[in-house]
């Protein structure tokens, strides 16, 4: 990858840039985002995390100051990235979703991961989460408990917008993302794998998560955040 990478020797400086647009576009719309299968990813420790974890950078833009800055990690991005362009911090401001920007960003494409190809293994499903921000916590954390990867069903809400991102602290990026247009029927492989799925409800007779029992492949489901899993897909537990 890194021989089609493409320099651009002039500093790009105007906020009415066509390319400049086109990440504000991307970094705002969901359905952008969906159509492209492409998002953007900010600042240092998200654009190093997708670069190690083979994710494609398909652009990459940089200020000179984070050139300077750091320089060994700008190395592991550019040397990522199919094309990088270097932008004036003002440019970088206005294509930027935070108050401080770091000053590196790159549009990625979106991993697609097959669900019938996944393996045994702790799965988080998440049905119908709305907050983005509560996606990348939740991710953050099934990544600490050794999950093998998120299953995605309903309507989630987006994994790759820029809140996701930023509360997932890479986890997004390190461990699969599995999406179904239809939750239940994506349960059914990991069934066939001989899976345990387990619902997490808020009921008086449901046991505690430290009183069940570990299996050897397993699905843990949560729900949306106002009202929890839906019925059908509770009855798969």
Known sequence: RVEERKMEPDIITSRDNPKVKHVVKLASSAHRRAEEGR?????????????????VLSEVYYTGEFKSAHDEDFGKIISAGREAFEVSNDVMKK???????????AICECPVFDITKAE???????ENIANPSNLGAIAR?????????????????????PKS??????????????????????????RSLGAVVYASV???DAKSVTEVEKSESSVLIIGN???????GTAKCA
Do not use: W
């Open 39 to 55: 998002f953007v990813c900010e600042g240092l420790r998200l654009c190093r995390d997708a670069a190690l974890n083979s994710v």
């Open 95 to 105: 294509m930027s979703d935070t108050v401080n920007p770091q000053g590196v960003l």
């Open 120 to 126: 045994k293994g702790f799965y988080v499903g998440l």
């Open 141 to 161: 954390s099934a990544e600490a408990f050794g999950a093998a990867g998120l299953i995605l069903g309903g309507k989630c809400c987006d994994p790759y917008s």
């Open 165 to 190: 991102l930023r509360a997932g602290m890479g986890a997004l990026l390190r461990i699969p993302i599995y999406t179904c247009d239809n939750f239940r029927n994506g349960l059914s492989h990991f």
């Open 202 to 204: 808020v009921d008086s």
């Open 225 to 231: 955040e106002a009202n929890g899993i839906e019925s």
